[in-house]
Nanobody, 125 residues
């Protein structure tokens, strides 16, 4: 079965850290840029971060720049999102997606071949 599976979500206090994982099964991530997206209740889904197929370039939304770090391990067929100094406004369901491109220039609007099912992140004291 061709799928992306996110994990690592949960409840974290403001200022804390969390690491999300996005693992692919049934296909290789080598040829895809991978994006992380999130959707908070009552809001539209937004792009959070993206990493190119080689891992050589990354993009971040202004709201997470300096706090989140995206990385990938193609040998493990997995992409990560390290979330530090989290804030209550980071609360959302986080999704990863395989973007039909090697690069992240327009990752929010580019076609996505695969989406994960999402993982809930709740930032609260």
């Amino acid at each position: 079965q061709l799928q992306l599976v996110e994990s690592g979500g949960g409840l974290v206090q403001p200022g804390g850290s969390l690491r999300l994982s996005c693992a692919a099964s049934g296909f290789t991530l080598d040829y895809y840029a991978i994006g992380w997206f999130r959707q908070a209740p009552g809001k539209e889904r937004e792009g959070v971060s993206c990493i190119s197929s080689s891992g050589g370039s990354t993009n971040y939304a202004d709201s997470v720049k300096g706090r989140f770090t995206i990385s990938r391990d193609n040998a493990k067929n997995t992409v990560y999102l390290q979330m530090n100094s989290v804030k209550p406004e980071d609360t959302a369901i986080y999704y990863c997606a395989a973007i039909r491109n090697y690069y992240c220039f327009n990752y929010v609007s580019e076609r996505k071949d695969y989406w994960g099912q999402g993982t809930q992140v709740t930032v609260s004291s």
